[in-house]
């Protein structure tokens, strides 16, 4: 059993940054999959970004530039630094893991084992 506890997110003005982390447990993190997706209200979660275990990161297109992933395996913690955030950006962010096989496609929910409960990201204009 794997928890996931995200923190970071709040209320930014446009332009403005946050940094996520989403804090795991068990032993073995450093040979997760680990990815960040959000959900914006009437909308499908949608993928942002994820990092292999060798630390290769995927992201979404039009992120890319933007919002950096990173892990720290040391403190079992992923991170998703966001600059330049844009009112579209409102979401809910999740973190999830893939603990029991690397994913085909990064990018797919059903790739994931586990999942966070979600962390507000408002971005006023």
Same mark, same amino acid.
């Given at each position: 059993?794997?928890?996931?506890?995200? %923190?970071?997110?709040?209320?930014?003005?446009?332009?403005?940054?946050?940094?996520? %982390?989403?804090? &795991? %447990?068990?032993?073995?993190?450093?040979?997760?999959?680990?990815?960040?997706?959000?959900?914006?209200?009437?909308?499908?979660?949608?993928?942002?970004?994820?990092?292999?275990?060798?630390?290769?990161?995927? #992201?979404?297109?039009?992120?890319?530039?933007?919002?950096?992933? %990173?892990?720290?395996? &040391?403190?079992?913690?992923?991170?998703?630094?966001?600059?330049?955030?844009?009112?579209?950006?409102? &979401?809910?962010?999740?973190?999830?893991?893939?603990?029991?096989?690397?994913?085909?496609?990064?990018?797919?929910?059903?790739? #994931?084992? #586990?999942?966070?409960?979600?962390?507000?990201?408002?971005?006023?204009?």
């Amino acid at each position: 059993q794997v928890q996931l506890v995200e %923190s970071g997110g709040g209320l930014v003005q446009a332009g403005g940054s946050l940094r996520l %982390s989403c804090a &795991a %447990s068990g032993r073995a993190f450093s040979r997760y999959g680990m990815g960040w997706f959000r959900q914006a209200p009437g909308k499908e979660r949608e993928f942002v970004a994820a990092i292999r275990w060798s630390g290769v990161t995927y #992201y979404t297109g039009s992120l890319k530039g933007r919002f950096t992933i %990173s892990r720290d395996n &040391a403190k079992n913690t992923v991170y998703l630094q966001m600059n330049s955030l844009k009112p579209e950006d409102t &979401a809910v962010y999740y973190c999830a893991a893939a603990s029991r096989r690397e994913p085909t496609d990064y990018s797919d929910t059903r790739g #994931y084992d #586990y999942w966070g409960q979600g962390t507000q990201v408002t971005v006023s204009s």
